[in-house]
Structures are given as structure tokens and as C-alpha cells.
């Protein structure tokens, strides 16, 4: 049976969301125009107004709404110590357990020549920038426990020996291949606490 044009747009759009396949997208259509015409009318002024007002932070790439994020204005945390990360949901993960108080810097990725991820491709240069200017003296290589977030962490230990700073890699107990913004509070600070240096 062939559905209306508009409908199979909107299921296809849905169906591009991660972790979103066909069946649960034509669910959450069905749902959307279930709903009173108000609810479509807020979700779709919701996604155009996160799309068109959340920027990144020009220090750490985290997302912000005014200039820089609430954890780069936040005078409190410890400015020697960078927690390098993959994405804003790893920053989110390792907020969430409060054992963290120094400064992020969101990669939005990790290095993968077979997808062709470059260093070009990452936040990498900023973080050059940070370490020069800033007093750091410790940086955290958060990335994941595969093969590219283990490459990415060993490029920035390089990129890290011309300032003397230490760089450190989370501990075990993230299994290989796992994903931080999945991981449990505990796992996570754990992992925090031992971390090593590189």
C-alpha cells in the first residue's frame, strides 16, 4: 500500500536518525500526526530553533547559545587541566558523574584514515592554541578505547611534547569498542580517577 508523498518524507527524514530504522520512524510519523497540530507546530519551531541558535564555543566546541559555554565562563574549574573528548555527548557523560573539574575540548571525531578523518578534519588546531596560551599542564585524552580514539590519543601526545605538557589516557574499565556517552557514572569516574599518563 502506498502511503501519501507528504507522510514518506516525513518517515524518511525520521528514518536518518541515528539508531532510527524504518519501522520506529513510520511509529513516531504516526505519533506526530496523532497529536494535536499545535504539538507538530512546537516540534518543528523546537528543531529549527536548536539548528539556528546553538553555535559552538570558540574555545572548547561545546554547544552554547551566547559566545562562550557555560563550562568555559565557569571561573571555578581548574584551568591546567584539558579533558580531550570526541564528541559533546562524551562531554555530557563525564559531566554527569561531577568528578571532573577542569576544562573540555570537544574533537568532533577521531582520526580514521580509512574514512578519511584527518587531523584537518578534527578541532585539533584550537587545541594547539589552548596549550601555548593557557596554563595547562595536563591533558586527558578522553577518546574512545578503539583503534581511532587509541590513534588519537597517541597524535595528541605528539602535538602535546613541544609545551611539556603531560597527557594522560582514561583508564581501563570502558571496554573496547564502548562508546563514553553509554558508559554508567561509576565506570566513568573510575576511569577518570585512573587515568594514566601516555
Do not use: W
Not at 11 to 26: C, N, S
Amino acid at each position: 500500500m502506498r502511503i501519501p508523498a507528504s507522510l514518506e518524507r516525513l518517515v524518511a527524514a525520521l528514518a536518518r536518525l541515528p539508531g532510527i530504522g524504518e519501522k520506529t520512524a513510520t511509529r513516531l510519523a504516526f505519533y506526530i500526526l496523532r497529536e494535536p497540530e499545535e504539538y507538530a507546530a512546537t516540534l518543528s519551531e523546537s528543531v529549527m530553533g536548536a539548528r539556528m541558535g546553538i553555535a559552538l564555543c570558540p574555545q572548547c566546541h561545546h554547544i552554547t547559545e551566547e559566545g562562550l559555554c557555560n563550562i568555559c565562563r565557569d571561573t571555578t574549574r581548574d584551568d591546567s587541566i584539558i579533558c580531550v573528548i570526541e564528541g559533546i555527548p562524551d562531554l555530557m557523560a563525564l559531566e554527569a558523574t561531577g568528578h571532573f573539574r577542569g576544562r573540555f575540548h570537544v574533537l568532533h571525531g577521531s582520526l580514521s584514515p580509512l574514512k578519511g578523518v584527518g587531523p584537518e578534519d578534527l578541532m585539533l588546531e584550537s587545541l594547539v592554541v589552548r596549550m601555548g596560551t593557557a596554563p595547562v599542564q595536563e591533558i586527558i585524552a578522553a577518546t574512545s578505547v578503539g583503534v581511532e580514539g587509541e590513534a588519537t590519543a597517541l597524535y595528541i601526545k605528539r602535538l602535546a611534547q613541544p609545551f611539556d605538557v603531560k597527557v594522560t589516557r582514561i583508564a581501563q574499565g570502558i571496554p573496547m569498542g564502548g562508546d563514553l556517552e553509554y558508559m554508567d557514572q561509576v565506570t566513568l569516574a573510575r576511569a577518570l580517577e585512573g587515568r594514566r599518563e601516555l
